[in-house]
């Protein structure tokens, strides 16, 4: 919403995020099969669950990207800034996979001797939040009865969801399948835009598509009704 308000566009509808993901980046027979959207911003992240044609959770979680680089700042000690940027270039969320010798650089102040941390301990940091998250996640699903109904498997989205081993955590703590939601189903979208994070404008875009055709189809009708 906020790239809307700073794009100087008018909001004509709202929609839940995670719906909108679910929108561009579920087939509806998927949806059948049980499935959950995770979708993972900076400040907020949203969970939506279909089975069959309905509807059964839409819930917000209240751990996001901002966290992962908050836990980051205080465990490291750096600035939010900083942290962000440890995270983009050396976060995963699994750290079993970094070898315990490999050494990042974390960026410095100015007149402080240079620091470093061990990769594995950046993503120890990283993957003990994901486990949270995904903890409180299946939480809700139990919540509605859905913790082992998801035969469709989960769907995460968002920019958070570039993570890397972001599905790995997921699946163990959910136990079935995730993946990344990406969208499809627009016409030459770009191939740059392939990305969990673009799911959710993907569907924002599809769903006022629809909603313009079926209110052209509904003042044609009227017209149509007028001019007999
Ligand atoms: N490669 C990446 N690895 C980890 N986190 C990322 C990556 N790219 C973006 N993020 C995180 O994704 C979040 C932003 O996601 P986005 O969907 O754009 O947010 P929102 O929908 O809230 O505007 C931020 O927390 C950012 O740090
Ligand atoms: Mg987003």
Redesign the pocket.
């Known amino acids: 919403m906020?790239?809307v308000n700073q794009a100087h566009l008018a909001v004509e509808e709202t929609i839940f995020?995670a719906l909108g993901a679910c929108y561009a980046a579920v087939l509806p027979e998927e949806r059948r099969e049980g499935i959950a959207v995770i979708d993972?911003?900076?400040?907020?992240t949203q969970l939506v669950v279909y089975y069959g044609d309905a509807l059964h959770l839409a819930s917000t979680v209240r751990i996001?990207?901002?966290h992962?680089?908050r836990d980051l700042a205080q465990g490291l000690c750096l600035s939010f800034e900083d942290a962000?940027l440890v995270?983009?270039e050396y976060?995963a969320a699994l750290s079993e996979p970094s070898p315990e010798n490999v050494l990042v650089d974390l960026p410095t102040p100015e007149n402080r001797d240079h620091r470093h941390a061990t990769r594995r301990f950046v993503n120890q940091i990283i993957e003990a939040r994901a486990e949270e998250l995904f903890r409180f996640v299946r939480s809700e699903l139990a919540r509605v009865g859905m913790d082992r109904a998801l035969m469709g498997g989960v769907f995460l989205t968002?920019?958070?969801a570039?993570?890397p081993d972001l599905c790995d955590v997921a699946e163990r703590v959910l136990q079935c399948q995730a993946r990344f939601g990406l969208p499809f189903g627009i016409q030459d979208w770009p191939e740059t835009l392939n990305d969990p994070?673009w799911s959710?404008a993907a569907g924002l875009a599809m769903y006022s598509a629809k909603l313009k055709a079926q209110e052209q189809r509904a003042t044609a009708g009227w017209l149509g009704k007028l001019l007999k």
């Open positions: 906020g790239a995020e993972i911003g900076a400040q907020s996001c990207g901002d992962f680089t962000e995270k983009l976060g968002g920019g958070a570039r993570l994070e959710t």
